[in-house]
């Protein structure tokens, strides 16, 4: 089957694959639009069970790259690079060195950045060889702490804001004594947790990766749950930080949260997923606009900005969620569809 004619296909300007026999590297770079910049997105390494998996992966997270930059009012494009392969146990140096000759080849179009299974070391030893990685040079971080190029403090503090104020949309409350459930305690779930733990949310968390789980229920008082009971709970919010497609007929069915506000990229299964939810009262916040911290991050590193500027464009996630909101009420439509009416007339060319 061509490309072209993949179900994850929509108007992508180039779809790259590369193979480096000597490092074991099986890689893909999609991008999927450059009419408001170059094309920036972060690389995931994870043990995808087919190319085909990966393929339908890369296509959708770059594509919704130029709607998450078009939405945060950056001038960058959108693209993914995804490389198959257990990070924990198939990385190698040298993998990561092809990846770095791997993204110079797309000559600039491009540019990488961190995503799951790839962390600050590993963009380092890309950036021996290329010109075109994002993340390694960081200057300052949101809150004043030390910066060291991981954009996932960034992605879970929008998040953590964008969540807080759909609450307060949807239910009229504060955090304090909401029940949230947390699918995926990485990077970014992780730190989302810590900042809901700090307002008083009560905390259910779920992982494939039982590591953070023991901790979270120390430190968090959460309490941890099967990843495949996650979606049933009895809670006020949902927030997806692990993969995406998850949000499902299936999931969907058996959803009881009132507001849908997480991390991860591509949640909805398909677009019709969105007005399924709408049908059910819940309020979902589109992943793409709500987890746009860490490309926030990178743009101003890269425009030697300020932390004060970095974090009020984060903290500007909550006011552009509720201009969503607001619209898709108005025109009554799911906030995926009216997101993405507003997205398209900033980066389509007419």
Known sequence: ?????????????????????????????????????????????????????????????????????????????????????????????????????????????????????IAVRDLKLMEEGCDFIAGTQAKFRYDGGEADGNPAPSTAYGVFVGLRRSVKHALGSDLKGMRVAIQGLGHVGWRLAEHLHKEGAKLYVADIYPDNLDKAAELFGATVVAPQDIYGLDVDVFAPCAMGAILNDHSIESLRAKVIAGAANNQLAEERHGQMLKDKGVLYAPDYVINAGGVIDIFHQRMDSSADAMRKHIEGIGDTLLEIYRKANEQDLPTNIEANNIAEQRFRKN
């Open 1 to 117: 089957m061509s490309v072209f004619d993949h179900k994850a296909y929509d108007q992508h300007e180039r779809v790259a694959f590369y193979h480096d026999a000597k490092s074991g590297l099986k890689a893909i770079i999609a991008v999927h639009n450059t009419n408001l910049g170059p094309a920036l997105g972060g690389c995931r390494m994870w043990p995808y069970a087919s190319s085909e998996e990966a393929l339908t992966d890369v296509l959708r997270l770059s594509r919704g790259m130029s709607y998450k930059s078009a939405m945060a009012n950056l001038k960058l494009g959108g693209g993914k690079s995804v490389i198959i392969g257990d990070p924990r146990k198939q990385k190698t140096d040298d993998m990561m060195r092809a990846m770095g000759d791997f993204v110079q080849s797309m000559g600039g179009c491009y540019i990488t950045a961190e995503d799951s299974g």
